[in-house]
């Protein structure tokens, strides 16, 4: 399985709400960081944790309505096309960088000012 398809297999479960598949893919040592690149949390155990409370974290309404995925080398970026109740239509990226078949570093890049305003 090539690393786009576990990166997709993750997106599933996340729109799945199973987060215990989600993580499976991480390593016990991985990095999330979050948008705005100041939220920083590590390690799969405390990942899994904050995943509990995703609905905080992402902007009322907030619904994927495309996804791609672009593998290179040990990286696979995500582009998501998102809407949320304030704004009609969007596009972030995500960076998954893997160590063989393990993610060990998820980072998001989104406009951080159109983020913070569909809060």
Same mark, same amino acid.
């Given at each position: 399985? +090539? !690393?786009?398809?576990?990166?997709?297999? &993750?997106?599933e479960a996340? =729109?799945?709400?199973d987060?215990?598949a989600?993580v499976?893919d991480?390593q016990?040592?991985?990095t999330?960081?979050?948008?705005g690149?100041?939220?920083?949390?590590?390690?799969?155990?405390a990942?899994?944790?904050?995943l509990? +409370? !995703?609905g905080e974290?992402?902007?009322p &309404?907030?619904?994927?309505t =495309?996804?791609?995925q672009i593998?290179?080398?040990?990286?696979v970026?995500?582009?998501?096309?998102?809407?949320?109740?304030s704004?009609?239509?969007?596009?972030?990226?995500?960076?998954?960088?893997?160590?063989?078949?393990?993610?060990?570093?998820e980072?998001?890049?989104?406009?951080?000012?159109?983020?913070k =305003?569909?809060?």
């Amino acid at each position: 399985m +090539g !690393i786009a398809n576990i990166v997709q297999r &993750g997106w599933e479960a996340v =729109g799945a709400g199973d987060f215990d598949a989600l993580v499976a893919d991480y390593q016990d040592d991985m990095t999330f960081i979050m948008p705005g690149q100041t939220d920083v949390i590590k390690g799969r155990q405390a990942f899994r944790r904050a995943l509990d +409370g !995703i609905g905080e974290r992402l902007p009322p &309404g907030f619904e994927i309505t =495309g996804l791609r995925q672009i593998e290179g080398g040990n990286e696979v970026v995500s582009i998501v096309e998102w809407k949320s109740r304030s704004i009609p239509a969007s596009q972030l990226a995500v960076l998954f960088r893997f160590n063989g078949d393990k993610i060990y570093e998820e980072r998001w890049f989104v406009d951080t000012e159109q983020w913070k =305003g569909a809060f």
